[in-house]
């Protein structure tokens, strides 16, 4: 029904969206909303399939499916402008659209084996009765604004940016959707796999279990998180050299897509480390303080924004993100404070301040071969690239036995070899 509904009301969104767009940009983004509208069941579907599969541990496989909504989007585009070169802006525009809803299809099918493998049943069935049912519905609204701020505060930074220069909200949109890779794999999936231990320890009122694995989340996330901000800052121009910088996309976009980016990964970590910590909320049975403070952070991104776009344009708007996101994780820490006085926030700041040394160590030393070897060509770029992340993971490596960072040996394997072996 809400597909529907957006297929229909496609003019009048575009409209609340990007007010700036001249006509012809109009007409086309209501062709192209029109024709995206279904993704939005598809991304539905997949979620609720992936939701099934984490609740019984199975985590690597979803996680992946993803990557076959990118995959579907260049190999349509990819194919269409090989079979037509030639063919106009907007026809490839459209193509890649319908490589999106492939990608959604792909997503969701993908996990049908597993759901196969242990006892569901994919059957078509409709229905709106059911207790169950009922109890989704009255939790859905506030978890949903709870958890949707950064794609909220994304959706205002793209209805400013249709006011600033061209290219503005493509910047915006390139900039988080690199930002989005690391996030998505690691951020999104530790937010979805802590809820069930927090339900357990809260319902058990093992606060000194539940304090432990805060600590050890906290700990893993700023460990894998603070040294890919450092890597996004020091190689990201060359990141979209080697991905976009071809046909349309050039050196001017180049450079306004990497500020977006810029400004995006400095707040990784705290995106992250919201998702984290909004699932506490929801396994205390509270979903209406998220929603509160939710309201607050989006009012506050909006102001930000308009008080940076002024003097950054784009780049003031993925800022402003970044800032908003940093204050909603330490709103988010002070209210569950308040909330729930018997959890003892852990002792971490020895650790961060370790991570952040070997973070600012990447910088340096990435930072030290962008002087060193000019990107020339894609193939010195590729190869500058390679170097950089081999560099930054002897220094990771090296590093978290050297400081004796908590939890260092452990933390890729308690992330990683279960989810392999699955």
């Known amino acids: ?6 297929i229909l009301t496609a003019p009048l969104l575009v409209r609340f969206l990007a007010p700036g767009f001249d006509q012809t940009a109009t007409d086309l983004a209501v062709k192209l909303t029109r024709l995206l509208f279904p993704y939005l069941f598809l991304i539905g579907l997949s979620s609720t399939l992936i939701s099934i599969l984490n609740s019984h541990d199975f985590f690597f496989v979803p996680g992946l499916s993803s990557a076959f909504l990118n995959l579907a989007m260049i190999m349509c585009l990819g194919i269409y402008v090989l ?3 030639r063919s106009t802006i907007e026809l490839q525009i459209t193509v890649w659209s319908a490589g999106v809803i492939l990608g959604g299809i792909l997503q969701t099918i993908v996990n049908f084996p597993l759901l196969k493998k242990i006892g569901y049943k994919i059957r078509l069935r409709f229905t709106l009765k059911g207790e169950a049912l009922r109890a989704v519905w009255t939790r859905f609204l506030p978890g949903v604004i709870g958890i949707a701020i950064r794609q909220i505060n994304l959706a205002v930074d793209l209805i400013l940016a249709s006011l600033l220069a061209t290219g503005s909200i493509a910047a915006l949109s390139y900039g988080n959707r690199l930002m989005q890779l690391p996030l998505g794999i690691f951020g999104v999936s530790a937010g979805v796999a802590v809820l069930p231990l927090f339900s357990r320890f809260i319902s058990e009122n093992n606060w000194n279990e539940l304090s432990e694995k805060l600590r050890f989340s906290i700990i893993s996330l700023s460990l894998i998180m603070l040294p890919i901000t450092a890597f996004l ?16 996309f050039d050196l001017n976009s180049l450079d306004m897509t990497y500020s977006a980016l810029l400004f995006y990964s400095l707040g990784l970590i705290f995106f992250g480390l919201t998702r984290l910590l909004i699932p506490l909320f929801y396994a205390f049975g509270n979903t209406s303080t998220p929603v509160k403070i939710s309201a607050f952070i989006v009012a506050l991104n909006i102001m930000l924004n308009i008080i940076l776009m002024k003097y950054m344009a784009h780049a003031g708007l993925a800022l402003a993100t970044s800032l908003s996101s ?7 820490r002070w209210k569950l404070k308040r909330k729930i006085p018997a959890l003892v926030f852990p002792e971490t700041f020895s650790d961060l301040l370790k991570i952040s040394f070997l973070a600012i160590m990447i910088l340096a030393l990435a930072t030290f071969l962008n002087f060193l070897i000019p990107s020339a060509n894609i193939m010195i770029v590729f190869l500058k690239l390679i170097i950089m ?3 930054s993971s002897l220094i ?5 036995r050297v400081l004796r960072i908590s939890y260092g040996d452990m933390i890729l394997q308690r992330l990683w070899k279960r989810n392999l072996q699955k």
Request: hydrophobic share 65%; charged share 10%.
């Open 1 to 6: 029904l809400l597909c529907l509904l957006g």
């Open 83 to 85: 079979i037509d070169p």
């Open 389 to 391: 992340f081999l560099i």
């Open 396 to 400: 990771m490596l090296a590093g978290v």
């Open 233 to 248: 800052v020091a190689a990201g121009r060359d990141i979209i050299r080697l991905i976009f910088l071809r046909g349309a």
């Open 326 to 332: 940093m204050i909603h994780y330490f709103y988010l």
